[in-house]
Structure formats: C-alpha cells, structure tokens
C-alpha cells in the first residue's frame, strides 16, 4: 500500500535536512564511508539495476554507528562521565559499547535473551556491561529506564533521539553522491531511526528518489501504524534486528510525510535474500541487512528496470544460522535431495543403490538403514538417503531411475515431510 504523497511545502519535523547535514562531519571523523557498488548478478537475479550500500563494512559491522557516533560525540563532559545505557537486539549494543569506549564512557546494555549469542559477545568484548533481560526490544527498554533512573545514566535509544537520526541519514548523503541517480532505495524498518534520516536527506537532496521502508511480516508495527491495520506481532524471525513492536514518537511523523511505501517480507524471502548477498556477492549480511533485497525478489515486476539502492545495513549473524540457511536453500533448489526407499534386506542392495547412484552422477550425502519400523515389512528395511544434485531436472532424473529400478521411492522436502 503506497502511503500519502507529502506536501509541496516542507514538512515541521523534529529532524531537518539541516541537522543532517550538521551531523554529517561528526560522523565522517569517526566512521567509515563505506561503498555503493553496482551488483549485476543481484540485477540478473531481480530484474532490476541494482546498487549494494555495504555497511556490514563498518568496524561493527553495521549502519548504526553514524548514529550512535552523533549521539556520544555530542554529551556533555559531565554526561559522558556518569556514563550511558542502551537496549538492543545487537547492533545498536555493539557500536555503543564500541564508540563509548573509544570515547572514555561507561557504558551498560540491556538486550533481550533471544538475542544471538555471537551478538552479546561481541558487545561484551567491546566493554560494555550487558544485561540480559525479556524476550523483546520492549522489554529490554523498560528494563533499560529502570536501570538508567536507579544509576543515573544517560539513556541512548536506538531510534527515536534527533542526533540518532540525524547521524543515521548520513548514509543517504553518500549514497547520492556516490551512486547514479536513484529511482528508489529500500531500507530495512525496525524503529524507524534509519530510513527516518535517509527519508530526510533524500527528500532535500534528492527528491525524485523514492524510499520504501521494508519490515519483516512476523513484526509490522510501522506498516500497521501507517496504514491503520493492526496486524499481531511476535515470533522468531531471522531479521531480529528489526523486531520490533513499538513504532518511534519522533520517527513516525518522519516516515507518514516522506516515506514513499511500507512492504513486509515474509521469513523465506530473507532466507534468500541472505543466501543470495553470499552466494552471489560474496558478502555477509544478516536478515535485517538483506531485508531490501527481500522485497525485491518477493515483487521483482515493481521495481523491473528501475535503479534500485540497497541498504546492506548489517552483517552480525549467527554462523550456525548461517549454516542452516545455506542448506536449506540448497534443499530449496533441489541442490540437496533426501529419498525415502522401502527394500528387501539383503546382502548387495546397498551397493546396487550405490552403483545406480553413481552412475547418475548424484553424490549420497547421508544414509540411515533402519529395519525397526512396524511398518516395514518383516524381511524388509527402510532406508533415508540425501544425496547432492545438480538441479531439479537431476533430481526428478534420480526419483525416476530409483522406480524404474523397482524400488518403492518417496521424495523427502526439507524436515523429512514427504514431498
């Protein structure tokens, strides 16, 4: 659903294209400015003409150093010295750690306990105190201003403060200076901090481009909020970065004027979409960070032919997340097959399996013999096999020479459901 064009006349907001453009040299003496590079197999993948900001080129690994950076740099002597505190799923956690630290101030994160291990590690490497607490965003907020009041630290929110946002729509300056002109940017949605700054910078700067804000399915605050649809919320997603249920008081009338769209992905989509930034360009990216590209290839006919900007907003993720999703795309293009046969127990079968396998060029990953199932027979046996293939004409060329082999043959999906 496209949200209202803004008016002619600029908007009263509580961020201006002024403040971004003050921000801007606070956070270019401390972060890196990091690359728009053209993706051409993204662009044969979706359709589109597509430009990757890499911002999991960051020294955390993500876009929400320039806000934060604006934030820190901007507390008073005796701010800095009573120290800071912060909520978040990881990356907010981790470049405040990181950045107070450079700076000399204390700092104290609250994260919520689903947060990924290798998250909470790396925050704790950077010296700050983590807390532990809830299983939302929310939560860790509240517990967040109950630390803050009792030890009189400085509260630095991940989204909704003026600095914050105004740090992050830095990016958006180098993108249009740095890339051809745009038809559109998507941006990943969780609070709405990033796509609030950029939305600012590229309505002043660049106005014909057109920012889509992107939000995973399972958490649509912002969409429900702008379009007046409650939705539920809740569930594990892979872009915990953007799993948020609350919508910002400052971002919010930001996004209503001049953001252009709100799209929701759903779980698979950034599967692929991780899967592909790897795959493709060779790149790490988390599944907020992959968010944009998940929107791409869930409508490739929107954005066909259009100059599309991609922001790759992080690359903190869980290598046996990672793992996990490598393979089931793999499963998903028929690149990895698992076969369930029913066959006689007797010596050789396994080998003239085997032998057939060989000869179709299939590489058997995986075997398991079981002979106590009731509902094999007596003198029978069942045997799992997963095997490696080529694609799904290989695989459909193996399921038929297995039955033409007379053996009794079920196709597996992924999780062993029958296909």
Request: net charge negative.
């Amino acid at each position: 659903m496209t949200l209202p064009a803004a008016n002619a006349r600029e908007p009263a907001l509580p961020v201006t294209l002024a403040d971004v453009e003050a921000a801007r040299p606070i956070v270019a003496a401390a972060v890196v400015r990091t690359p728009i590079l053209h993706a051409p197999r993204l662009s044969q993948l979706t359709g589109a003409d597509v430009y990757v900001k890499y911002e999991n080129f960051q020294v955390t690994a993500s876009f929400k150093e320039r806000g934060a950076v604006a934030k820190l740099a901007r507390l008073s002597g005796e701010e800095g010295k009573r120290g800071v505190i912060a909520m978040s799923a990881g990356n907010h956690a981790q470049v405040v750690a990181y950045h107070g630290t450079r700076l000399g101030i204390a700092t104290t994160i609250v994260m919520p306990e689903t947060t990924p291990q290798v998250k909470v590690l790396a925050t704790e490497a950077y010296g700050a105190r983590v807390v532990l607490h809830g299983e939302s965003v929310g939560d860790a907020e509240h517990k967040a201003l109950e630390i803050a009041a009792a030890e009189g630290l400085i509260f630095v929110h991940p989204y909704d403060d003026p600095d914050v946002i105004a740090g992050q729509g830095s990016l958006a300056l180098e993108m249009i200076e740095d890339a051809p002109p745009l038809d559109c940017v998507l941006v990943p949605v969780g609070g709405g901090g990033l796509i609030s700054g950029m939305a600012i910078a590229m309505h002043g700067r660049a106005p014909r481009t057109k920012v889509i804000g992107v939000e995973a399915a399972l958490y649509p605050a912002m969409w429900s909020e702008l379009n007046g649809i409650p939705r539920e919320s809740g569930g594990p997603t892979l872009a915990e970065g953007i799993a948020v249920r609350n919508v910002g008081r400052l971002t919010t009338p930001i996004i209503r004027a001049l953001v252009t769209d709100m799209v929701l992905v759903e779980e698979p989509a950034l599967e692929r979409a991780v899967n592909a930034l790897l795959t493709l360009q060779k790149t790490l990216a988390e599944g907020a960070g992959a968010a944009g590209l998940a929107a791409l290839l869930s409508d490739p006919e929107r954005f066909r032919g259009q100059k599309v900007g991609l922001v790759l907003s992080g690359g903190s993720i869980d290598p046996r997340v990672l793992a996990a999703i490598l393979m089931r795309e793999l499963e998903r293009d028929s690149r990895i097959v698992s076969f369930r046969l029913t066959i006689l127990d007797r010596p050789g079968m396994l080998g003239r399996i085997s032998t057939l396998l060989g000869k179709l060029g299939a590489n058997i990953l995986e075997v398991h013999h079981r002979r106590t199932f009731l509902d094999v027979p007596a003198k029978g046996t069942r045997l799992d096999l997963t095997v490696e293939t080529r694609d799904q004409y290989h695989a459909d060329a193996i399921h038929r020479a297995l039955q033409d082999e007379g053996l009794q043959v079920q196709r597996l999906g992924a999780g062993g459901a029958e296909w």
